[in-house]
């Protein structure tokens, strides 16, 4: 079986989906924050092992204490899984924080004040050449005054 088969897809997919659930309704440890979920799931095409990406929001401190919870939480998670899925082997499960939601935000904050500046350059430059031309125009009527 490839790893980008249809097949291999579905069961990322699923796997997703179930421990996505298990761990939003099911799984009762106070150390995984509320705020968790399940991000993407890369299951090995023998089916022997999974990496799990979850998202969770909040401090380094607050992420630390949830993957220790998840991996406590590991064999109920793995046996439920077994239940509700029918696959050859249950993997084992090997969680990662997914930083891409944060690393995408911040590169999101720095485009838009990459923008702010250039809205800023661009409107002190029209103020700046706004005042040349009442600087000229105040210039020329006092020469044509004069005369």
């Known amino acids: 079986m490839k790893k980008n088969s249809i097949k291999n897809t579905r069961i990322n997919q699923e796997v997703q989906r179930v421990l996505g659930n298990l761990i939003l309704l099911e799984v009762k440890d106070p150390r995984i924050a509320p705020m968790t979920s399940v991000s993407g ?3 090995a095409p023998d089916l022997k092992s999974a990496k799990v990406y979850i998202t969770v929001f909040g401090d380094e401190n607050v992420k630390k204490q949830t993957l220790q919870g ?6 109920f998670l793995r046996s439920s899984l077994a239940k509700e899925l029918n696959l050859r082997n249950t993997p084992e499960l090997r969680f990662h924080i ?3 939601l944060e690393y ?7 485009i838009e004040s990459l923008h702010i500046s250039e809205a800023d350059d ?3 430059e029209k103020d700046a050449e706004a005042s040349e ?3 000229e125009d105040s210039g020329s ?7």
């Open 41 to 43: 799931v890369e299951v």
């Open 70 to 75: 998840l991996r406590s939480a590991m064999p």
């Open 98 to 100: 997914d930083e891409s």
């Open 104 to 110: 995408g935000m911040h590169m999101n904050s720095l």
């Open 122 to 124: 661009t409107a002190s």
């Open 133 to 135: 031309e009442e600087t």
């Open 141 to 147: 009527k006092g020469d044509d005054g004069d005369e």
